[in-house]
């Protein structure tokens, strides 16, 4: 397969956005996240979402990132919340705090297993799965909930048809938008469009976008998530270990192209993934005509 290509009927095409963020572990890595949230902010974002750790290790740094990005800088917040290591009363009570705090945007995942497990295990007294929780979620109070979809397929699922009998199920449980894992392979992500449409799914699937920072480390993630890294896009990164600068460059122009090909496919949002850096994501959507405000004399 080659790169994907733009179209100019895709210019035409309003686009709208979303960012994840993950919790700070450290005072400095606070202060990036704060610096990267303040340059992507004027964009506007459809919401932010922040993630969970694994085990539910991140739990109040979580909660305090979103409710200060919701609070600082009126963008509509969104939590992860995931199955792991909680009970049921536990996870309920994590999404009332939410609720009451003005959150009312949930991203409900299964999620990780806890450091030091090989494979996911329902706790006992928890939601067992996302259609769980999506379900639980319902009972607790009104949220947008937004669920996972993967358009090459999770890697515990046991067939594509499976995985995408779980995402209508989720879909069936009161979920409002699925996210994409990130993708590099366009032809997947059609296909797996075609297959949610024939399915009945009619909630918006929103493509997630990955901007290549690290070519070694998205190697490593894509192995684990089931993510195809097609060859041409080893070939766009290969050499450039040590040289950052043109990296960068090609990883915008790259996550750019992708972007485009969707547009002219007809696809409007994309949620962007990060990794608490605003540099890239910034530019790609300079170049999808997402700006901010110009400013009045």
């Keep these: 397969m080659t790169a994907p290509n733009s179209s100019p009927a895709s210019a035409s095409s309003p686009v709208r956005v979303s960012f994840e963020f993950f919790p700070p572990k450290t005072e400095k890595m606070q202060e990036n996240l704060w610096a990267a949230i303040e340059r992507l902010a004027p964009l506007a974002p459809s919401f932010a979402s922040v993630t969970y750790g ?89 949220f947008e909930i937004s669920v996972a979809a993967y358009p090459e397929m999770h890697p515990e699922a046991s067939s594509p048809q499976a995985d995408l009998d779980n995402l209508k199920a989720k879909i069936d449980a009161g979920a409002t938008r699925a996210i994409s894992q990130y993708f590099f392979d366009i032809d997947a992500w059609r296909r797996f469009r075609d297959r949610v449409a024939a399915s009945g799914i009619t909630v918006p699937i929103v493509p997630g976008i990955l901007p290549v920072t690290n070519f070694a480390q998205v190697q490593k993630f894509s192995a684990a998530c089931g993510t195809t890294v097609p060859a041409w896009l080893a070939d766009r990164f290969e050499g450039l270990d040590d040289d950052p600068e043109t990296r960068k460059l090609v990883a915008a122009t790259t996550a750019a192209e992708l972007c485009e090909a969707l547009r002219a496919d007809g696809e409007q949002d994309f949620h962007f993934y990060t990794l608490n850096r605003a540099d890239l994501t910034f530019a790609i959507c300079h170049i999808l005509g997402v700006r901010p405000p110009k400013q009045t004399a």
């Design 54 to 142: 694994a085990g539910g290790s991140t739990r109040e740094r979580t909660h305090d990132t979103v409710t200060r990005i919701q609070s600082e800088t009126g963008i509509p917040a969104a939590a992860h919340l995931t199955c792991v290591a909680a009970t049921r009363d536990e996870v309920n009570a994590v999404a009332q705090a939410y609720w009451n705090a003005g959150i009312r945007h949930i991203v409900a995942l299964r999620g990780d297993p806890p450091e030091g497990a090989s494979r996911y295990q329902p706790h006992p007294g928890g939601y067992p799965f996302a259609v769980d929780l999506v379900r639980g979620l319902r009972q607790v109070a009104d």
